[in-house]
């Protein structure tokens, strides 16, 4: 059996291949090799785990089925991501998601498909992308992003959002829908 990392190497050279093909049966152009092979992992790591703490208590961990680093990138790739989001120690809600890209010096996270986010009341929020700012403690979807953020009996979508990640305010920008005891649905509204 082949490893998950080399099937996944493999099919990225895929489609190299063939464009090596049609372009060696094209004619005098020349195709510079460099320009178009894709990057192989320079790392690749099982079963990762990195956290941030405060004078030392958590304030967030991530974890990764698998990482990848590649040469001359700040941006590592996440595969099967799941995070922790910690106020004063103690844990306020998860993310999970298919992938995540992460910024190795800012730790600016963006997660990719399949996000779900639940605090420890069981609200939840879900979006296929959403956006960790650790400096400004932000969760934010794309303005073209769809969310949806369910509290108990109550549904909110829209487009676009802000929240905290204890999902405490949750913001979404445009195209609101739904409504909370004591809000109104309006763009831009807050869900709590």
């Known amino acids: 059996m082949v ?6 190497g493999l099919k990225r050279a895929w489609p190299l291949t063939l464009l090596l093909i049609i372009a060696a049966c094209g004619g005098d152009d020349k195709v510079e090799v460099s320009e178009i092979t894709p990057q192989m ?15 030392g208590v958590p304030v967030w961990e991530l974890w990764g089925d698998q990482a990848e680093s590649y040469p001359g990138e700040d941006t590592m790739l996440l595969y099967g991501v799941r995070m922790h989001f910690y106020e004063q120690g103690e844990r306020v809600a998860v993310l999970t998601a298919q992938s995540a890209e992460v910024d190795q010096v800012t730790e600016f996270t963006t997660a990719r498909g399949n996000v779900i986010v639940v605090n420890s009341d069981g609200d939840q929020l879900e ?66």
């Open 3 to 8: 490893p998950r990392s080399i099937r996944r």
């Open 41 to 55: 992992p320079e790392q690749i790591t099982e079963s990762y785990h990195t956290r941030q703490t405060r004078a």
């Open 127 to 192: 979006s296929e992308v959403l956006h960790w700012d650790p400096e400004q403690r932000l969760i934010h979807a794309p303005i073209e992003e769809f969310v949806k953020f369910t509290r108990d009996d109550q549904i909110l979508t829209g487009y676009g959002m802000d929240a905290d990640p204890e999902l405490t305010n949750v913001e979404i920008q445009r195209q609101f829908e739904g409504d909370l005891p004591g809000n109104k649905a309006s763009e831009g509204q807050e869900g709590r």
